[in-house]
T-cell receptor, first 117, second 112 residues
Framework: DADVTQTPRNRITKTGKRIMLECSQTKGHDRMYWYRQDPGLGLRLIYYSFDVKDINKGEISDGYSVSRQAQAKFSLSLESAIPNQTALYFC????????????????FGSGTQLSVL | AQSVTQLGSHVSVSEGALVLLRCNYSSSVPPYLFWYVQYPNQGLQLLLKYTSAATLVKGINGFEAEFKKSETSFHLTKPSAHMSDAAEYFCAVENRDDKIIFGKGTRLHILP
């Protein structure tokens, strides 16, 4: 079983619809992230969370919200989807290894391809 | 804010030839730097990371990268390309807020 699981793998929705992407992890990591990938733009950070009570905006948080329901779960919501939110979305986790200010490596899910028509 | 710039969105090399993927960083303090690889239809996985312990960093699959402060560079190399190296490669930097910021990626094509 995958350590970082994203659901759904693919989703097609219409403009204006609310949609939620879910991420769960079995690695026991405190830190979780949501990125979106667009061709030619690389990965851009949407939101991140360093523990259950900590939520932080990333580079491109407008139009998105998140919820950290538990250490293992971090969901991303699009309240009113628009076509330019069509992208490949990745959830990732990391373990700071007990050393503040130093990330160990990121572990990625397989991604959710979202298309907004 | 710290950032990385990858030169060349596409790089093509012949099988058996040297692979060189370029990454330059901007940082006012010694950075933590990473290279990740993304194979088709997969998430990213770590190739190697620089954390100031040594300037030449060896990673998986025969890749290595050298941190050069004077050039603000962290280029990725592999002496001999293999067909299985075809993928997209991302340079990344960890900034002061512990966020990891990625470059735009370089797609590596291997020619037979």
């Amino acid at each position: 079983d995958a350590d970082v699981t994203q659901t759904p793998r693919n989703r097609i929705t219409k403009t204006g619809k609310r949609i939620m992407l879910e991420c769960s992890q079995t690695k026991g990591h405190d830190r979780m992230y949501w990125y979106r990938q667009d061709p030619g733009l690389g990965l851009r950070l949407i939101y991140y969370s360093f523990d259950v009570k900590d939520i932080n905006k990333g580079e491109i948080s407008d139009g998105y919200s998140v919820s950290r329901q538990a250490q293992a779960k971090f969901s991303l919501s699009l309240e009113s989807a628009i076509p330019n939110q069509t992208a490949l979305y990745f959830c990732a986790t990391s373990d700071a290894g007990g050393r503040p200010g130093h990330n160990e490596k990121l572990f990625f899910g397989s991604g959710t391809q979202l298309s907004v028509l | 804010a710290q950032s990385v710039t990858q030169l060349g969105s596409h790089v093509s090399v012949s099988e058996g030839a040297l692979v060189l993927l370029r990454c330059n960083y901007s940082s006012s303090v010694p950075p933590y730097l990473f290279w990740y690889v993304q194979y088709p239809n997969q998430g990213l996985q770590l190739l190697l990371k620089y954390t100031s312990a040594a300037t030449l960093v060896k990673g998986i699959n025969g890749f290595e990268a050298e941190f050069k402060k004077s050039e603000t560079s962290f280029h990725l190399t592999k002496p001999s390309a293999h067909m299985s190296d075809a993928a997209e490669y991302f340079c990344a930097v960890e900034n002061r807020d512990d966020k990891i910021i990625f470059g735009k990626g370089t797609r590596l094509h291997i020619l037979p």
